[in-house]
């Protein structure tokens, strides 16, 4: 009965490089959801896929940011270049239908 | 623009104390979820709220929706140190797909 899982928990980069974070949605579930929280925030919406379609990026920033739910393995957010604001934690989340969501239990990406 | 309004955005109570929160918007959502985060973890769901003028209770905890679901209410009765974290209210509103909107979030805090 495993739930949504997001690996790593915790990452850490220099300025510049890449990040990846990874995300399997619980068994069954086809929409997943990325969202992003600065500390004392909430959560910003990102990005809304369902396999192999991005439904809605709007929260996605321009530049260095991409997201794919590929037919067969996890989700991936991809950050090239990244920068200190960049900091954050990263949460995924997957649904049945698009309704009630559930969260994965986040990973922590400090740029240093 | 936030189309989900929490407050307060920061509350400290002593145990034993009641309080509410509230999650308000004027827009009209399809339902409405409340999600406990403590630090370090990503949210769980405490409850999905779907029917205006609709109660529900989890134990201490007392959810209503509003009865033209644009706003909601959760409440609890002597409050514990567990229930310490940030509750983060979501409202699902229909457009070309189901999309989820979360509010800033209402951090609560209960000192023994």
């Known amino acids: 009965n495993a739930g949504v899982m997001q690996n790593p928990r915790h990452l850490v980069r220099r300025r510049g490089q890449e990040a990846r974070l990874r995300c399997s949605p619980m068994k069954g579930h086809s929409h997943v959801y990325w969202y992003r929280q600065l500390p004392e925030e909430g959560l910003k919406f990102m990005v809304y896929l369902q396999k192999e379609n991005i439904i809605d990026e709007s929260g996605m920033p321009k530049e260095r940011f991409s997201a794919e739910f590929p037919k067969e393995g996890p989700s991936i957010l991809r950050i090239q270049q990244v920068v200190r604001g960049d900091s954050a934690a990263y949460f995924c989340?997957?649904?049945?239908?698009?309704?009630?969501?559930?969260f994965g239990e986040g990973s922590w990406l400090t740029v240093v | 623009t936030q189309l989900l309004e929490q407050s307060p955005q920061f509350l400290s109570i002593q145990e034993g104390e009641n309080l509410t929160v509230y999650c308000n918007s004027s827009?009209?959502?399809?339902?409405l979820q409340w999600y406990r985060q403590e630090p370090g973890e990503g949210p769980v769901l405490l409850v999905t709220v779907v029917t205006g003028g609709e109660v529900k209770k989890l134990k201490r905890l007392t959810f209503q929706f509003g009865d033209a679901r644009k706003d909601s209410s959760l409440h609890i009765t002597a409050a514990q140190p567990g229930d310490t974290g940030l509750y983060l209210c979501?409202?699902?509103?229909?457009?070309?797909?189901?999309?989820?909107?979360f509010g800033p979030g209402t951090s609560l805090s209960v000192i023994p």
């Open positions: 827009s009209v959502f399809s339902s």
């Open positions: 989340a997957s649904s049945l239908r698009g309704n009630t969501i559930y």
């Open positions: 979501a409202g699902e509103r229909k457009t070309s797909y189901d999309k989820v909107i």
